[in-house]
């Protein structure tokens, strides 16, 4: 969620949203472990929820916050996060359910309810593009 939200406080906001959300659907819920792709559903469901309610008041009042980042950090970590910040949200999450989670397209495209094509190119591209933004600091190496 944090990867998602890029902010702390809306990702745990949102962890504790899923794990409500999923005990209501299914209150006999007792190995949190075992539905894991249903949990994830869950959460991408919220995130875009929240993601879809942002951008309606941006659109609304037309302002567009601010993406530069205040202090700069050094190191391989930061440079990753900046780069999947510059990804499409869709893109980001199919990258990071793929890349940083280790699940399949399939898994992907069922937690998302994106077509399983559709989720080969967002990790297709999206790999392309961090390529591309990482490329500066692989030179520096």
Not at 41 to 58: G, M, P, S, T
Not at 81 to 97: D, G, H, I, Y
Request: net charge positive.
């Amino acid at each position: 969620m944090r990867r998602l939200t890029r902010n702390t406080a809306q990702a745990d906001d949102l962890a504790q949203q899923t794990f409500i959300r999923a005990y209501e659907q299914n209150p006999g819920l007792i190995d949190i472990e075992a539905p894991r792709s249903w949990l994830f559903k869950i959460a991408y469901r919220l995130f875009l929820d929240q993601y879809r309610k942002h951008k309606r008041r941006e659109d609304l009042f037309d302002q567009r916050p601010d993406d530069s980042e205040a202090e700069s950090h050094p190191g391989l970590s930061v440079d990753v996060e900046r780069a999947m910040a510059k990804l499409e949200p869709e893109c980001r999450a199919v990258v990071m359910l793929c890349l940083g989670y280790g699940m399949t397209h399939q898994d992907v495209a069922r937690i998302t309810s994106i077509p399983l094509g559709t989720v080969k190119s967002h990790v297709s591209r999206g790999k392309s593009k961090l390529r591309s933004f990482l490329a500066a600091y692989e030179a520096a190496l």
